[in-house]
């Protein structure tokens, strides 16, 4: 598998369980319909392992453009590469919603609320407020991004070989978003991930849905902004620290 094509599928991965969490809490008649907030983040976690744990060893599981370009400001990734990355992700993302939204059909048909179906794809703010959407968009990433920066292998001290952990090394990334989700989530819905909010967005406005409703491009541009942003930050942080 090339990384182009491991962005792809890791990518697709995530948004097809994470999108997909979303449309088993949210939309009508499905057995998951109602059941709140911690199955929500606990879900994209679970997400976020998967996509690692099948794209980590071919292109190291960046999954989100935003960890793409902190590694590279950073100097942990090559900017030459970035596009490429980004490209795929967006693909994976666009189909992970679609694949989210085709076997949902029924559901969506049989949910009323514009919004509600919109949510399934895309953030949308509890409290609209840009400078403190922004803000929180910008915090969560940091944490990823920051987090991510010090991850280190294990190693036994005495002559420095590396333990190697296998598909469990995909875990303390899931962790981390499941952090994110639980203590920073509420407000914007923690997009931290431009391709994760833009790409099903766009698929949202593309397919056909029942009373659709706004597309939510009036915000699309804080889940974007906000977690590049972050991710930057990120990034000069832990070179000053160093």
């Known amino acids: 598998m090339t990384p182009f094509v491991a962005e792809i599928v890791g990518t697709f991965l995530l948004m097809l369980m994470g999108c997909g969490v979303n449309a088993n809490v ?23 392992y ?16 935003a960890v793409t370009i902190g590694l590279a400001v ?16 967006f693909i994976g993302a666009m189909l992970g919603a679609f694949s989210v939204w ?6 969506f048909d049989a949910t009323e609320d514009g ?7 895309c953030n949308a ?5 840009t400078f403190l959407n922004l803000l929180t968009e910008i915090l969560g990433t940091f944490v990823l991004v920051f987090a ?17 952990l296998g598909s469990l090394g995909a875990l303390p990334v899931a962790l981390i978003v499941w952090g994110i989700g639980l203590s920073l989530g509420g407000t914007t819905g923690y997009a931290i991930n431009p391709a994760r909010d833009m790409g099903p967005r766009i698929v949202h406005a593309l397919v056909p849905i029942k ?16 977690p590049i942003l972050g991710a930057a930050l990120a990034a000069v942080m832990a070179m000053v620290l160093q």
Do not use: C, M
């Open 74 to 89: 950073a100097g942990e990734f090559p900017w030459d590469t970035v596009p490429g990355y980004i490209l795929a992700q």
């Open 26 to 48: 949210s939309l009508q008649k499905t057995y998951g319909n109602g059941s709140g907030w911690i199955v929500i983040t606990t879900g994209w976690a679970f997400a976020v």
């Open 211 to 226: 009373n659709k409703g706004s597309n939510g491009w009036e915000y699309s541009w804080i889940p974007v902004v906000g």
């Open 115 to 121: 919004d509600t179906k919109r949510g399934v794809f």
């Open 148 to 164: 991510v920066l010090y991850f280190t292998d294990a190693v036994i001290s005495s002559d420095n070989t590396i333990i190697g």
């Open 102 to 107: 085709l076997i949902n059909k029924d559901h």
């Open 50 to 65: 998967t996509g690692v744990v099948v794209a980590g060893p071919h292109s190291g599981a960046h999954l989100n453009p």
């Open 125 to 129: 703010p509890a409290i609209p407020n």
